[in-house]
């Protein structure tokens, strides 16, 4: 099984997922793509191996124009029974990244409201706390005017240097010393996180060997209850403890 994002409604839902997947000794993944997007996998990879030093403020964003009467079946997006929302739909890519790159949070401090969907949210901002002095934010949404293009950027400022992949696309290191790198990933044929994550998955069910690169269930599993603490808090109006 590739199960689209999201891949649930609620913890509820998840557990029952979860539960079947344990059960099984098929295959499941889901298509959480940001952690095989090149330039995310870049930033990653960077990361784990200490090129930059340590990590002092992250801040990512994915800002998408108004999805109402876009030629969706039925106007599903707006509908946060079935979509989930922006929160669930959007944002949830980079609450996802963020627990692949940093690990879980002790606790989420989210501001959200709805725009224009039923009752969703349809933006949010949150800000995820790790208890070391590092400042981690990410704020997606879908409320914008039509004619908005679409943003998908980071800037992650480290000891040695500062990365920034620009809404432009182009990923950039400038170094605290003063040097500008712009990096050129080559992605052959495999040009998006889309395709990365599709064309490992099918070779691993070729190969008969299972997924473990970008993701693993338990890891989706965990970076969902992250967003569920985050609607919690959106709600509730205060600071929620994972």
């Given at each position: 099984?590739?199960?689209?994002?999201?891949?649930?409604?609620?913890?509820?839902?998840?557990?029952?997922?979860?539960?079947?997947?344990?059960?099984?000794?098929?295959?499941?993944n889901c298509g959480l793509c940001?952690?095989?997007?090149?330039?995310?996998?870049?930033?990653?990879?960077?990361?784990?191996?200490?090129?930059?030093?340590?990590?002092?403020?992250?801040?990512?964003?994915?800002?998408?124009p108004t999805t109402e009467f876009?030629?969706?079946?039925?106007?599903?997006?707006?509908?946060?029974?079935?979509?989930?929302?922006?929160?669930?739909?959007?944002?949830?890519?980079?609450?996802?990244?963020?627990?692949?790159?940093?690990?879980?949070?002790?606790?989420?401090?989210?501001?959200?409201?709805?725009?224009?969907?039923?009752?969703?949210?349809?933006?949010?901002?949150?800000?995820?706390?790790?208890g070391d002095g590092t400042l981690?934010?990410?704020?997606?949404?879908?409320?914008?005017?039509?004619?908005?293009?679409?943003?998908?950027?980071?800037?992650?400022?480290?000891?040695?240097?500062?990365?920034?992949?620009?809404?432009?696309?182009?990923?950039?290191?400038?170094?605290?010393?003063?040097?500008?790198?712009?990096?050129?990933?080559?992605?052959?044929?495999?040009?998006?996180?889309?395709?990365?994550?599709?064309?490992?998955?099918?070779?691993?069910?070729?190969?008969?060997?299972?997924?473990?690169?970008?993701?693993?269930?338990?890891?989706?599993?965990?970076?969902?209850?992250?967003?569920?603490?985050?609607?919690?808090?959106?709600?509730?109006?205060?600071?929620?403890?994972?």
């Amino acid at each position: 099984v590739f199960s689209e994002k999201p891949l649930c409604r609620n913890l509820e839902e998840m557990q029952q997922i979860q539960a079947a997947v344990q059960a099984s000794d098929k295959f499941f993944n889901c298509g959480l793509c940001v952690r095989a997007w090149p330039e995310y996998n870049y930033l990653y990879e960077q990361m784990k191996a200490g090129a930059y030093g340590k990590l002092l403020v992250a801040n990512f964003r994915r800002l998408s124009p108004t999805t109402e009467f876009n030629l969706n079946w039925k106007n599903w997006y707006m509908n946060a029974d079935w979509s989930g929302g922006a929160i669930l739909d959007l944002h949830l890519h980079d609450t996802d990244f963020i627990t692949y790159l940093i690990g879980k949070p002790k606790a989420v401090t989210s501001f959200g409201r709805n725009l224009n969907s039923d009752h969703g949210i349809d933006h949010v901002v949150t800000r995820y706390e790790y208890g070391d002095g590092t400042l981690v934010l990410a704020e997606g949404g879908w409320g914008a005017a039509r004619s908005v293009p679409f943003e998908m950027s980071f800037q992650v400022i480290f000891e040695k240097a500062t990365v920034r992949l620009e809404p432009s696309g182009q990923l950039k290191v400038y170094w605290t010393d003063g040097k500008i790198d712009t990096i050129t990933i080559d992605t052959q044929n495999l040009p998006t996180g889309w395709h990365q994550e599709l064309a490992y998955f099918d070779k691993c069910v070729l190969d008969g060997v299972t997924p473990d690169k970008y993701q693993t269930p338990q890891s989706v599993f965990d970076s969902y209850r992250v967003l569920c603490a985050e609607r919690e808090s959106v709600a509730q109006g205060k600071t929620i403890a994972l």
